[in-house]
Structure formats: structure tokens, C-alpha cells
């Protein structure tokens, strides 16, 4: 098997594991795209970058989302309410 045939796997894959996340993950039910998977696939970098704090933050959030009636998530929204907020009565 040959490099590029390989590479034509690896992005069929590729595509087809974005086509399952996009249909079967709750946060992208109703999302309308004018574009394929392929589409993105074929625009993406070559190195893929991991955010790996930022992603079990992102997951952990949207855990209590789905799980909580009620979460405190954000803080100030501006410099005035964070100085509000740090200044004591």
C-alpha cells in the first residue's frame, strides 16, 4: 500500500468520524452547515494542536450544563463588577 493511499485512508477516516460527532452529539443537533465534513477536513491544518486543560474544562462544563438545574460559571462581566466583586464592604 502506498503513502498516498494510506493518506486517502486516514482522511476517510477522518471524515467519516467528524460525520458520526456531528450526528450523534447533542450540541450539534440543530447546527445547520453549508459545508461537508470533507470540506473541513480537507481546510484543516496538518498539525493537530490539543488543548488538553482547556478541554476538560470544556467538558467538565459542559457536564454540570447537562447534569445541573443551577452553575455558577461566570464571573465578572466587566472591570467594574470584577473590582465590586475583590473590593471588601
Known sequence: MSSKDQKQIVLAEAVAEL????SHEMRCYSV??????ADVIRLRGSMHIEHTLARHGALKLRE?????????ALGAMTGN????RWRPD
Open 19 to 22: 460525520n458520526r460527532q456531528w
Open 32 to 37: 445547520k452547515r453549508p459545508y461537508s465534513a
Open 64 to 72: 454540570l450544563l447537562r447534569t445541573e438545574p443551577y452553575v455558577a
Open 81 to 84: 463588577q470584577a473590582f465590586n
